[in-house]
């Protein structure tokens, strides 16, 4: 599975972006599509994340704010982030998982940053 975001770049705060993500490969067993971001000097977090049956799950620092969702036809997850606030400056991450008898598999693109800054 290889994933490729786009979307990050520079914006002030109140403003919105939105990231893409195309997904190719062997994604037909993929159960569980996320959003993660990691800051400078702080762990990586989930920040939304959607499911093939589009249950979808948020962190609560950006629930209100962003919106998971997906395309299918076009193999393409989407977060759309309004209100944005200097602490959602990180690096955003996208991930898709396999869940198989064998174990959870996960797949990550290269990240994309979004700065949140006046």
């Known amino acids: 599975v290889q994933l490729v975001e786009s979307g990050g770049g520079l914006v002030q705060p109140g403003g919105s972006l939105k990231l893409s993500c195309g997904a190719s490969?062997?994604?037909?067993?993929?159960?569980?599509m996320g959003w993660y971001r990691q800051a400078p000097g702080k762990q990586r977090e989930l920040v939304a994340s959607i499911t093939r049956g589009s249950s979808t799950n948020y962190a609560d620092s950006v629930k209100g704010r962003f919106t998971i969702s997906r395309d299918v036809a076009k193999n393409t997850l989407y977060l759309q982030m309004n209100s944005l606030k200097p602490e959602d400056t990180a690096v955003y991450y996208c991930?898709?998982?396999?869940?198989?008898?064998?174990?959870?598999?996960?797949?990550w693109g290269q990240g994309t940053l979004v700065t949140v800054s006046s």
């Open positions: 490969g062997s994604i037909f067993t993929i159960k569980i």
């Open positions: 991930n898709h998982a396999k869940e198989l008898l064998s174990g959870r598999y996960d797949y």
